[in-house]
């Protein structure tokens, strides 16, 4: 938990967004790790790299804090307790590794920080990744979200790694890619049991104006409304071609910021876990499209599954020249 000296809790979107029209996020973490070498065809997708070669997660972080990146989402989505257990590690070596995730962040900032000379940027904070239950199931399921099973298994399996991560030093945690009322619910009850702690919530969108398992995207705003410590609404993993519409109905149904982080462009197929050429965002495009997100009311930007610090620094050059 991360508070003031006057015990205030620190709301790390809110600091940047009353200096600075747009906060600006990191894009995806596997694809860079990809491309680095590493073979993430495992139950434990990029958590894999964790175990091998974790001074890559930290160069990662440190290409997007180049890039103009305000934050860094941790390399938590899939590393879970339930998760390391099916691979034959233990409890505490899972949630060593799992409170790892926020130190490589960590440290991959602060060694940018003191060398960076601009001084019309934020410091970055690190954003602690919460996957959804789906992810550990490794079947596609968060982007349906029909789990078909009962709240207090979603808080059991979510509530260590939330802990950890918290314990970890995390500035934000970023609940991500949630695909159902129910489970956002569960996490935004259960980030009640931090008290001071803040989080963002972002969605899987099953189109433009509802999320994976159909709910309108108006109805889940205004059921988060009422949770304090959720201090923004949004989406990721999308299409970049819903965003916009995304976008627009959140802010209509809601007073909390609004984050957009979709993919570049490309189509996801779940069954085959392969990506099928789609309307690909060129760098630049990606940039223009982040324009009209921001138009349609979001304030928090960046990129998903297979964007790159490439795009994200063209989206930096738009709002940090």
């Excluded at 003191?114 to 996957?131: C, I, L, M, N, T």
């Amino acid at each position: 938990m991360n508070e003031s000296i006057t015990n205030h809790p620190i709301n790390p979107i809110q600091a940047i967004l009353e200096r600075y029209p747009v906060l600006i996020l990191d894009g995806a973490l596997a694809t860079e790790l990809e491309r680095h070498g590493c073979d993430l065809n495992d139950p434990l997708w990029s958590a894999r790299v964790l175990l091998e070669r974790p001074e890559l997660i930290r160069r990662v972080h440190a290409d997007y804090f180049r890039a103009g990146a305000d934050c860094a989402i941790t390399a938590s989505y899939q590393a879970t307790v339930e998760g390391f257990a099916a691979q034959g590690v233990g409890e505490e070596r899972a949630l060593e590794l799992i409170r790892r995730t926020v130190t490589l962040a960590a440290e991959a900032r602060d060694e940018f920080w003191a060398a960076e000379e601009s001084g019309d940027r934020p410091k970055p904070f690190v954003a602690a990744s919460v996957g959804p239950y789906g992810a550990y199931l490794a079947d596609g399921s968060e982007y349906v979200g029909h789990y078909g099973v009962e709240d207090e298994r979603l808080a059991s399996f979510h509530r260590p790694r939330m802990r950890a991560l918290v314990e970890a030093g995390a500035d934000l945690l970023a609940f991500e890619t949630i695909p159902s009322l129910q489970e956002a619910r569960v996490l935004a009850d259960l980030l009640e049991e931090f008290p001071g702690t803040f989080a963002w919530m972002s969605f899987s969108l099953r189109d433009g104006g509802a999320i994976s398992e159909g709910t309108p995207l108006e109805e889940c705003a205004r059921a988060l409304e009422a949770y304090p410590f959720v201090a923004a609404v949004g989406i990721n993993c999308a299409p970049s071609s819903a965003a916009a519409e995304a976008a627009a109905r959140l802010a209509a149904s809601t007073s909390k910021p609004i984050l957009v982080y979709p993919n570049s462009g490309e189509t996801y197929d779940p069954s085959t876990k392969t990506w099928k050429p789609g309307a690909a965002e060129a760098c630049g495009g990606f940039a223009e499209s982040a324009r009209a997100w921001h138009e349609a009311g979001a304030r928090l930007i960046g990129g998903c599954c297979r964007t790159t610090p490439e795009q994200i620094a063209r989206i930096a050059a738009v709002w940090r020249s």
